[in-house]
């Protein structure tokens, strides 16, 4: 079946606390992307990644870290959470970065 | 950097009546995406819009672009209670490779 995974689907930490929330698209796509969704301000991008090795700043890339080490994965790293990065977390996928988004199930995460 | 308004941010309409999301670009798009994520699930693809005045149907969906490719509207006709959940329009522009979501119209719909 084809589809995106997220890893883990919530998660409680606290300030400062290194983490990682995994994403993997079996559908072969070259294009990544990182998005938060926030009441009242839909969802933002945060990192994008058009093929291996190649990554790029979204609209509120502050506080985040991304790799594409391999096509399927692209991972998200928070170095040092904070309490403003409390938010459902979506990783999405593409054949390109004009094409149909396929979203994963989210990641709600809680930093206190 | 570019900005996509949506209208309205909630919307409550009754069973049967029509419900219209309006999204405006501070930008010329290249293209235009519409996406519904239903209470507790992810964003799911509806459509994509790419020519100046394009119109599409999707049974009682109907999609536009306007003419200067800065504004869309979605239409929903006779809407019912699996209509509901939040409708985003979604923008690229020109040569940008990122996709700027508007921020969203939460439709409920009573029985």
């Known amino acids: 079946e084809a589809q995106v995974t997220q890893n883990p689907r919530y998660l409680i930490t606290v300030t400062g606390k290194k983490l990682t929330v995994t994403c993997s698209q079996n559908m072969n796509h070259e294009y990544m992307s990182w998005y938060r969704q926030d009441p009242g301000l839909g969802l933002r991008q945060i990192y994008y990644s058009m093929n291996v090795e190649v990554t790029d700043k979204g609209d509120v890339p502050e506080g985040y870290k991304v790799s594409r080490k391999e096509k399927r994965n692209f991972p998200l790293i928070l170095e040092s959470p904070s309490p403003n990065q409390t938010s459902l977390y979506f990783c999405?996928?593409?054949?390109?970065?004009?094409?149909?988004?396929?979203f994963g199930p989210g990641t709600r995460l809680t930093v206190l | 950097g570019q900005q996509v308004m949506q209208i309205p941010q909630y919307q409550h309409v009754q069973e049967g009546e029509d419900f219209t999301t309006y999204c405006n670009s501070s930008?010329?798009?290249?293209?235009i995406q519409w996406y519904k994520q239903r209470p507790g699930g992810h964003p799911v693809f509806l459509i994509q819009l790419v020519k100046s005045g394009e119109v599409k149907k999707q049974k009682r969906l109907t999609f536009q672009f306007g003419e200067a490719k800065k504004n869309s509207s979605l239409h929903i006709t006779a809407t019912q209670t699996t209509d509901v959940g939040t409708y985003f329009c979604?923008?690229?522009?020109?040569?940008?490779?990122?996709?700027?979501f508007g921020s969203g119209t939460q439709l409920t719909v009573l029985p």
């Open positions: 979604a923008g690229q522009s020109g040569s940008a490779r990122q996709l700027t």
């Open positions: 930008t010329t798009l290249s293209n």
């Open positions: 999405a996928s593409s054949f390109g970065d004009f094409n149909e988004q396929f």
